[in-house]
């Protein structure tokens, strides 16, 4: 009987049962359940002993290369393994545990970040943008994105309020929450339910930094009246004269007031009169030195070089002109027919910390009226109440994007409200301690310094472009790509790339790194919150791992015209390169001898060690001799064993295991002829 459901296709990709594929569903049911948050690790003491003068130099720069290698790999490993082969696999129930690894973080084409350009859709975001980053102080800051990714899901759910909240967002997207303690937590979008006690966030005030404005000045408070009761003749330049007359008809005495007041500060001249419906009509006389008069805010207001003092004063200023103050002032309602203008007042609104949303009225009263742009603006209103929220699934293709930075928070907007979101967080554990042991950024570009971390990078990346080339945009168009891997060189160049990504990249490189040298600083009393983490980690890497080796041996079995003698010498001479890399990346990080109880060629042992396991058990011949590949370090699993039984995410008690009963490495000897125990198999 033929396989109903083929890797490489052709098949329904949206039929999840029955299942041929059992076992994929199982494990990624159980790493839903493996669910955990770095916040939960206290590292309290690893910022002392960060931070402790009497700390061996050699313990630090082990630290921080290891810590520099892991966020690099993450960033990578998402990057070229995971989007790839969910853009190529085609049964539902092995893209449901891809999409895992993937990390389901990701909002719907239609919503806005908050860039330095304004709301800017999130399809047009580039690691080039300035985007706006909430962090968990209720604070913004100006950052470019780390990474960018984009796919097509067919499950995603909208989340709503009735007058703020608004996103459309994956399953497993994060959604912050403040707890009645004023704890912040994230839950999975896909887990949401109404909950009176929760308060999700809307806003977040600038940080201050030296380059921005802190005050308004006499020529942005004219600016700003002018878009107001403003107008332009066109037919004045100010090419002879050097100024350019600007018109107001001003009726309210408070108008009249502030204006004069402004044009007393700018010192400019200025004629007045009254009108024959008693308006006091002002012409002034620009000069064109100072400023190229405009009624559009984005022609003159620079969002990176916004304060939040700028922004309050802005607000303030324009609710004066083309604003209602509303409740003691406590809320205001600015009123515009130019769309670009009532963006702009929002977004200096989210920046002073305040919620807004813009809503767009239409004036049917006739065909020669513009419908009127209203942005709400609440000074004190910070979140929304949980209990009022409304969860809609959808069930339908839509286009996804991923960004990722620093904070793990963004601030987005979708339907004219603002609020704060989660993003992809490939990197989201190690920035947790990169952050809080104050280790300077700059880590996170070590990887392009040392040639030891360069050239595994570089590895990585020519290991997956033929791949990429292969499958260009077949993606994204929902297009017949596995039309691609007809032949057989194309698929023997995916399984190239899945034991390099599953069994080396992740089971050797990834493997050692988090389960060895920080481990042994652990042992040392050093850096245990960093160890605690790096455990569970692993714990999820031990979940990969099985799921890419059973993948794996399935594609051998539906393809086995893939398997030549000549493959497995490519294999064969990949993994020797590996490990070679591997062993400098040991001595960079030894390079000034070996700490108690780890040296760099125990190191190296260890990693040929598990590199014949990961061979093995897909039936390829080891690489290394019995005797170079050796298990050096015992202890690893105790770090294993650990039972976990917090949960962040407050509805259930988690223990760690893989999808299937998934034997741990070093419980292993030569009688298990090195094989996994996977169910399934």
């Not at 400019?268 to 024959?276: A, K, V």
């Not at 077949?474 to 060189?489: C, G, I, M, Q, S």
């Amino acid at each position: 009987m033929s396989n109903p459901k083929p890797l490489l296709g052709p098949c329904d990709s949206y039929q999840l049962e029955p299942f041929v594929y059992p076992w994929s569903w199982e494990m990624s049911r159980a790493q839903e359940n493996n669910t955990w948050a770095p916040e939960e690790i206290q590292v309290a003491g690893d910022v002392a002993d960060y931070k402790d003068p009497t700390l061996d130099p050699k313990h630090k720069h082990l630290f921080e290369a290891v810590m520099a290698q892991l966020t690099t790999f993450d960033i990578e490993r998402g990057d070229d393994a995971a989007e790839t082969l969910l853009s190529i696999m085609q049964p539902a129930e092995i893209r449901h545990y891809l999409k895992r690894l993937v990390w389901d973080e990701c909002v719907a084409k239609g919503t806005e970040v908050l860039t330095q350009h304004g709301w800017t859709p999130v399809e047009a975001i580039s690691c080039n943008t300035l985007v706006a980053q909430w962090w968990s102080d209720k604070t913004l800051s100006w950052t470019h994105p780390t990474k960018i990714s984009v796919s097509v899901r067919e499950s995603s759910v909208v989340i709503s309020t009735k007058d703020t909240l608004h996103q459309h967002v994956t399953l497993g997207h994060r959604v912050p929450y403040w707890t009645d303690t004023g704890e912040l937590l994230v839950k999975e979008a896909g887990r949401l339910t109404p909950n009176a006690h929760a308060k999700h966030p809307l806003c977040g005030s600038m940080r201050s930094s030296p380059v921005q404005k802190t005050t308004l000045s006499c020529v942005e408070k004219f600016l700003i009246a002018l878009q107001a009761d403003g107008s332009l003749p066109n037919r004045y330049t100010g090419e002879r004269c050097g100024t350019v007359p600007a018109v107001f008809s001003l009726k309210k005495q408070r108008k009249q007031d502030r204006f004069e007041s402004i044009l007393e500060e700018c010192n400019w001249y200025f004629t007045t009169r009254i009108d024959r419906v008693g308006k006091k009509v002002y012409t002034v006389n620009v000069p064109l030195v100072e400023l190229v008069p405009t009624k559009e805010f984005r022609d003159w207001v620079k969002l990176e070089a916004v304060s939040c003092e700028w922004a309050k004063t802005f607000v303030e200023e324009v609710s004066y002109w083309d604003g209602h103050r509303v409740k003691g002032y406590s809320r205001i309602e600015y009123t515009t027919t130019n769309k670009n203008n009532a963006d702009v007042v929002c977004a200096i609104a989210a920046l002073a910390g305040y919620s807004t949303k813009v809503v767009r009225r239409e004036d049917a009263r006739s065909v020669t009226f513009n419908d009127v742009y209203w942005t709400y603006i609440n000074k004190t209103r910070t979140s929304s109440k949980g209990g009022q929220l409304d969860i809609h699934p959808v069930v339908e293709d839509h286009i996804f994007y991923g960004i990722e930075v620093p904070s793990t928070f963004l601030l987005i907007r979708y339907n004219g409200r603002v609020s704060v979101t989660g993003n992809c967080l490939h990197t989201r554990s190690y920035r947790y301690v990169i952050e809080n042991l104050g280790i300077p950024l700059s880590i996170y570009d070590r990887w392009k310094e040392v040639s030891s971390m360069r050239e595994r990078v570089e590895m990585a990346q020519d290991t997956s472009s033929a791949i990429e080339e292969m499958v260009g945009q077949h993606y994204l168009r929902r297009e017949p790509y596995y039309e691609v891997f007809k032949d057989t060189l194309p698929k023997q160049e995916l399984l190239y790339q899945m034991i390099f990504w599953g069994l080396i990249f992740e089971g050797v490189w990834f493997w050692i790194n988090l389960l060895g040298p920080i481990q042994q600083l652990s042992r040392l009393g050093r850096f245990k919150g960093a160890a605690e983490q790096f455990t569970y980690i692993a714990r999820d890497e031990q979940s990969h791992i099985a799921f890419m080796t059973q993948l794996i041996k399935e594609f051998i079995a539906q393809y086995p015209e893939c398997v030549t003698e000549s493959f497995k010498r490519e294999i064969y001479e990949m993994v020797v390169n590996a490990i070679n890399l591997e062993e400098d990346f040991s001595r960079y990080c030894l390079n000034d001898g070996p700490i108690i109880g780890y040296s760099v060629e125990d190191h190296v042992a260890t990693a040929k060690f598990f590199a014949n396991m990961r061979l093995s058990s897909i039936g390829f011949p080891v690489v290394f001799p019995e005797n170079e590949a050796r298990h050096c370090f015992p202890w690893m699993s105790e770090q294993m064993e650990l039972r976990k039984e917090k949960n962040f995410f407050e509805t259930r008690v988690t223990e760690y295991k893989t999808g299937g009963a998934l034997l741990f490495d070093d419980s292993l000897d030569e009688d298990d002829d090195w094989h996994l125990n996977i169910s399934g198999d």
